[in-house]
């Protein structure tokens, strides 16, 4: 399967500390992509970065990418309680329109 | 930025009734769209992906006579559950990329319930 897997699958922080999720992979991709869906709604984008790339940081978002390990992590400093919600990885294998593999998702929740 | 718009949110159908999902890229065309599955606090499962004017691509184990995929315009996708059961109740979104750098936008979702 080409699915990745994430680690936790659950995660519960206060409010103001800083979370950190990881995605690992089987194969070799183009890119990979994070995720955010909060319950029962669709998904939202929040950071792509490609194969040769190593770290990306979008606002409060840290994502690292080691392709040598098959490994990706995303960390959110400062959490807030606003941030409680699914992260899901995502791999990309060619360039262009593609279909996404989803990990299997970490539930984080933020306690005020 | 691009907005995916996906129709209805929710649906309560019962066996053996059809279902069509609507999925509209509003403001980009998109030659590709892509649908999922989504069991309760489970990832998504990718489908099928949906080609403008061919055939979609449908993924192992999914049945192409049951999830019809219609791709009949750029910024239109419809997914129809044929003869739906209770095992078809689940959480249906759709996908559609416009620029590789931004990822994918993706619809919110619809709710399928089968009685």
């Known amino acids: 399967s080409q699915q990745g897997e994430e680690d936790p699958q659950a995660l519960s922080i206060q409010e103001g500390e800083n979370a950190t999720m990881n995605c690992s992979y089987k194969?070799?991709?183009?890119?990979l992509q994070w995720y955010r869906q909060n319950s029962g709604r669709g998904l939202v984008h929040l950071i792509l970065?490609?194969?040769?790339?190593r770290e990306k940081h979008s606002g409060r978002l840290r994502v690292t990418l080691d392709t040598s390990k098959k490994s990706s992590s995303l960390l959110i400093t400062a959490s807030r309680a606003a941030d409680t919600a699914s992260y899901f990885c995502?791999?990309?294998?060619?360039?262009?329109?593609?279909?996404?593999?989803f990990g299997t998702g970490t539930r984080l929740t933020v306690i005020p | 930025g691009a907005v995916v718009s996906q129709h209805p949110s929710w649906v309560i159908c019962k066996s053996g009734t059809s279902v069509k999902i609507e999925c509209r890229s509003l403001?980009?065309?998109?030659?590709?769209m892509f649908w999922y599955r989504q069991f309760p606090k489970q990832s998504l499962m990718l489908m099928a992906t949906?080609?403008?004017?061919?055939?979609?691509?449908?993924e192992q184990g999914v049945e192409k006579d049951k999830f019809l995929i219609n791709h009949a315009s750029l910024t239109l996708s419809t997914l129809t559950v044929t003869s739906a059961h209770p095992e078809d109740s689940s959480f249906y979104i759709c996908?559609?990329?416009?620029?590789?750098?931004?990822?994918?936008?993706f619809g919110s979702g619809t709710r399928l319930t089968v009685v």
């Open positions: 194969t070799s991709i183009n890119n």
């Open positions: 949906s080609n403008e004017g061919s055939k979609a691509t449908y």
């Open positions: 996908s559609a990329i416009e620029d590789s750098h931004y990822g994918y936008t």
């Open positions: 995502a791999t990309g294998f060619q360039t262009g329109a593609n279909n996404l593999f």
């Open positions: 970065i490609r194969s040769n790339e």
């Open positions: 403001d980009f065309q998109a030659t590709t």
